[in-house]
């Protein structure tokens, strides 16, 4: 992908990766004019499309996921060209949440949107959005949650109380896009209706696009996702995405979002039967869509409910033909629900690959025990921190070992993974 | 390239084996820094490269392969490396459908039969100049990744043929070098997977398999490295050598150690 020269970092030689760059337009990206030259246009150009920022490491452009808890974890963000891939909990309660966090923080961006599923109404999906947190509101709202002082002055915003210091508000409501990276939402509230009408998006809503015949013939895709495959295309390619347009005074990101990916509902069979005929279809669409993200100036988020595939092995192509790949297990009718360690969140959320773009490292937090909770208006992800003491009431347990493992938190249960030291 | 990998594969860029096929294997962690550094050394080592790279785009191994010291793009130009981007290429062949052959044709079939037209390139690729100089040294043939084809349609049996043919026209008959990456799923049952990746163990001469740590995940201890050498070259020296090592990858380079010898712990 195209490293953004003039304003990334100084790892590598930066003065080579523009002049290489410039020679030739093999970049994957055209955003580039054909001879930027390394001066400040070519790199402006990329720095000023709203919502966006380049990454500390490498210079990749970064869009955020609307969650910035998420977005540091993730390293900075989600880079442009890759698919997020979220593995949703078992009930699909909270996975639905960081979808449309995406496509909030998109409208928010003024960036355009395609939404694709196949079991609601994309226009339905785009009235349920988070609304953002505004400055006059916050206050308010703000005080039933914290049970911290308040001052009477309201332009004082800093000094009100040292809570309000850790959340960033938009200075603006209305159309106008707001040009801040990340933004905090309140997802008691919806967003407003003239931010949707004044944002330019796209729906695919799977039931209303059975009848329209296929132009390539058929191979082994299923017939949901060759029809979406398509219209993905259809749109990067008439709006410009893909560079193929070089009137277009203003470059954007288009997101895409996809729904429940692999359910049934798709036409797939792979979340019902263990050996499915048409086992390759997923793989294949990911593959391709892939290939038109890494062409585009585009960043995809897909929810895909792999707790019910059955294939192991499909899981595992799946992760390797995603970029970057979040799972969210909830506790909810699980054990963990009752133990007292967990008993202030609502479920863990494993960060399970992030992907080594340009680079030979990734920025892989060093803490892999992170939890999530819904409060009532923000969706908050924290470390696991606390070492509760369980056990009778006059002895106490020290946990002792704690291991860190990278895959097995789903196939050991809590407690064997402890190992326990009585002391008096 | 990496130094500190060369000098525990005891080879430099002046002197490369010939006739040779390495395996890269990788189980719980990414093994791809291994494809970065073969594909800098033997760019190095001035041979003719026919790079089949079907899960990143060419900016992204150009830009890794700056701070290796390598230049892609003007090796492009100059002909010494043949890219076959396969994400940019794909989207091509599935949505013209041109009737021209492709080498990634396979993914407009149903169900794909063999991966000949794949295998027509990197001949055409490889193959030795008509006047007679030979300009580059010798031919390699990188994949990154096998197991990718895998998740595209292709049985397991076509890609082991596909290798099959790659190693008599690139090993035997041009003398060339071989390198194929393939992810082992480890318990996910992935057979065609474990199929593919016992056929190349068998065949290779040279195995090197990264894996995570058992422990999980650690900051200064990346992961480990075996390296197994199948088919010693000198007939006195001992079959089947085998050596563990540690490493840990910085931003260009990879430091190896001993197990337990990380610079954190010491």
Known sequence: MAAAATCGTGAGSTASVASAASKSKVTSFQRRGPRASGTDSGGLRLVSIAGTRPSVRNGQLLVSTGLPALDQLLGGGLAVGTVLLIEEDKYNIYSPLLFKYFLAEGIISGHTLLVASAKEDPADILQELPAPLLDDNCKKELDEDVCNHKTPESNVKMKIAWRYQLLPKMEQIGPVSSSRFGHYYDISKRIPQELIEASNWHGFFLPEKRSSPLKVESCSLTHGYLKLLQFIQNIIYEEGFDGSNPQKKKKNILRIGIQNLGSPLWGDDICCTENCDNSHSLTKFLYLLRGLLRTSLSACIITMPTHLIQNKAIIARVTNLSDTVVGLESFIGSERETNPLYKDYHGLIHIRQIPRLNNLICDESDVKDLAFKLKRKLFTIEYITKLKSYGLQDQKYFLTGHLQRKFAMKKNPFRGSYTLKKTY | ?266
Not at chain 2, 76 to 81: P, T
Not at chain 2, 106 to 121: D, I, M, V, Y
Not at chain 2, 194 to 207: E, F, W
Request: proline share 5%; net charge negative; hydrophobic share 40%.
């Open chain 2, 1 to 266: 390239m990496f130094p500190e990998l060369n000098n525990l594969l005891n080879i430099t860029p002046d002197r490369a084996e010939q006739g040779k096929l390495t395996l890269l294997c990788d189980a719980k962690t990414d093994g791809s820094f291994l494809v970065h550094h073969f594909l800098s050394f033997y760019l190095k080592a001035n041979c003719k490269v026919c790079f089949v790279a079907l899960i990143q785009s060419f900016s992204h191994y150009n830009i890794v392969g700056q701070k290796l010291g390598v230049s892609l793009t003007s090796a492009r130009e100059r002909g010494q490396l043949v890219f076959l981007e396969g994400l940019k290429s794909s989207v091509d062949v599935f949505f013209q459908a041109n009737e021209e052959p492709h080498p990634l044709q396979f993914l407009r079939e149903a169900k794909p039969g063999n991966l000949q037209p794949l295998f027509e390139f990197v001949r055409e690729a490889l193959k030795p100049e008509e006047n007679g100089e030979a300009a580059w040294r010798c031919p390699v043939l990188l994949v990154d990744d096998l197991s990718l084809l895998l998740s595209l349609g292709v049985g397991a049996v076509a890609v082991l043929d596909f290798v099959h043919y790659c190693r008599a026209t690139v090993c035997w008959e041009l003398k060339g070098n071989m390198v194929v990456l393939v992810h082992d799923s480890g318990d996910a049952e992935d057979e065609e997977n474990d199929i593919l990746l016992n056929g190349l163990s068998h065949q290779s001469h040279l195995i090197l398999r990264t894996e995570g740590l058992a422990t999980g995940f650690c900051r200064d201890v990346h992961g480990q490295l075996r390296i197994l050498w199948r088919r010693p070259s000198q007939p006195t020296a001992p079959r089947d050598r085998s050596l563990t090592y540690q490493y840990k990858i910085q931003d260009k380079s990879v430091s190896f150690f001993a197990k337990g010898m990380s610079p954190a712990v010491l």
